[in-house]
């Protein structure tokens, strides 16, 4: 297993002082996906509706899951350079961002997390519209905010300082294949749709696995835990076991009990079968889960 990065310095950060604010070129991106969506719906085929649903399964899966949250963040496996960047490539296809944009949202959230407490615009503790409002079209402006970092191999790198630079523009070659290959109707829902799904279900997902559900493990310390969804493992590529995940983020494998699907784990297999993925990090042995609360010990034992 690759070694965590810490990227945050939150030592004069305050998770909880700050205003949500909204972000005009977010706003105005996800307003025009959302719009070019409603345009999907009215000239749909079903040649087009099948574009959209393997495009969106398959880049979500691969690039974002697999390849931006497990890889780029988590440094939960490792990969040949040329097949790094061609995962982080299809997770920058999703829409949402670049990489170091990316990983600034998912660390800052994750850090104010696992504060005692914070704003919530982190704890995702409004409706699921608001919630959705916020994450689609603002961002927290913090009155102090926490320090990010970012390593140098990602930050530095010219590839991914291009992604960084030029994200957005990335749809337009994929959008010219999909005109060529099936019209508007491609197009509306292989990008605008694709795009706009991916950022709502993401999000929509990250609501329900930070609400109080099933879940095994609570951090110490930290005021938002997170929950796992059950029955959504193939759905959701193995990002619904968000409990498990929360108390290893060091592991490659979220779906880590019996019965718990998660297609991620599978690509990251077949990878390290096919010579693409090393250093795979699994769960950290039981004498270094001090953090931890194992709640299914705590009822054994009151039992």
Known sequence: MMEPVVRIDGSAADPCAGRVRIDWPKALWNG????????????????????????????????HSVGMHRMMIHRSFNCPGWFARTLI???TLVGVSG????????????????????????????????????????????????LVTIEPEISQDPFYRFLDATWHWHQLP?????????DWPFVLWGICARVFVSAAGHWTVTYFCHNPGPGRWRVKGAGIQASNLPG?????????????????????????????????????????????????????????RG?????????????
């Not at 949202?105 to 005692?116: E, F, M, N, S, V």
């Not at 931890?292 to 009151?302: F, K, Y």
Request: net charge negative; aromatic share 12%; proline share 4%.
């Open 32 to 63: 025009a996906m959302f719009a070019g969506t409603i345009c999907a719906v009215a000239l749909s085929t079903w040649q087009s509706v099948l574009v959209f649903v393997t495009l969106t399964y398959a880049s979500l899966l691969i690039g």
């Open 232 to 288: 959504l493992g193939l759905l959701t590529y193995g990002e619904c076991w968000h409990n498990n995940h929360h108390a290893f983020p060091e592991s490659a494998q979220i779906g880590i009990e019996k019965g718990q699907t998660d297609p991620g784990w599978w690509i990251i297999r077949l990878l390290e079968n096919a010579g693409l993925a090393s250093e795979i990090g699994r769960p950290r042995d039981r004498e270094a």
């Open 99 to 146: 990489p170091s944009g990316i990983i600034a949202i998912h660390d800052t959230r994750d850090w104010a997390q696992r504060q005692p407490a914070c704003h919530d615009f982190f704890a995702h503790r409004r409706t699921l519209l608001k919630d959705l409002i916020w994450n689609l079209s603002c961002r927290f402006e913090f009155e102090r905010a926490p």
């Open 174 to 182: 994929l959008a010219a294949l999909l005109y060529w290959a099936g």
């Open 89 to 91: 490539y299809i997770g």
């Open 291 to 303: 953090d931890l609360l194992d709640l299914t010990r705590d009822q054994r034992s009151n039992s």
